[in-house]
Each structure stands twice: as C-alpha cells, then as structure tokens.
C-alpha cells in the first residue's frame, strides 16, 4: 500500500509562512521524486516543486521560486514544502505526488498523489 499524506495547511494572511508536510508509506521518498502541485478553484492543477531521489536537485515553478523551499527527511520518510511570504494567489489545495525516477524533472506525470491540505491566504 502507497499512501501519502499532506498537513500543514491553514488560514493566513499575506506575507505569512507555513511548513507543509506530506509523510509517506509504501515507498521510500528517498528512492522516489517528490514533488508538490496545487490546484486553485476553477483552475487545472500546476507545478510547483519537485526533488530528486538523490542529490538533493530540486526545481521550482517560476512563480514561487525565491519563496518556497522543497526538503526531505529520509528518516521521518517525510517531504516538507516551506512557503514564505505567501500571496493571495498562493490560495489552492496543495498536493504532494511521488514517481519513479524519470529522465527529467517536468511533467505531472506521477505514479501516486495525496488528497492534498488547503492553503488560503487573505490580502
């Protein structure tokens, strides 16, 4: 059984910071590429970071990229996803996806996907 699992989400106004978490089982996150998308309302579901199995080698979406940071934790089998000075256009559910190792890092393309934890940030 794979099961992912965000949590973190909240209630914010700009300019705020939330840790986002997503903690695996059935699979290593250290073996896999992790990644987190969102999902706004009424809108097709985006990219927003991914990391490497190995190496550490991540890639952001442009629009948070200086704002948000992807991490791991190989013992906790965890996924982080830190979101500083967050923006009103940050609002959507937030899911954390993991895939087989891949030739690149683009694409939504993965094996498996958590139910996602929403993140809603006021002006």
Not at 46 to 65: C, G, Q
Not at 81 to 87: A, C, D, S, V
Request: proline residues 3%; hydrophobic residues 35%.
């Amino acid at each position: 059984q794979v099961q992912l699992v965000e949590s973190g989400g909240g209630l914010v106004q700009a300019g705020d910071s939330l840790r986002l978490s997503c903690a695996a089982s059935g699979l290593s996150v250290r073996t896999y590429e992790m990644g987190w998308f969102r999902q706004a309302p009424g809108k097709e579901r985006e990219f927003v970071a991914a990391i490497r199995w190995s190496a550490s080698i991540t890639h952001y979406a442009d629009s948070v990229k200086g704002r948000f940071t992807i991490s791991r934790d190989n013992a906790k089998n965890t996924v982080y996803l830190q979101t500083n000075t967050l923006k009103p256009e940050d609002t959507a559910v937030y899911y954390c996806a993991a895939r087989t190792p891949r030739p690149s890092m683009t694409g939504d393309n993965y094996d498996y996907w958590g139910q996602g934890t929403q993140v809603t940030v006021s002006s």
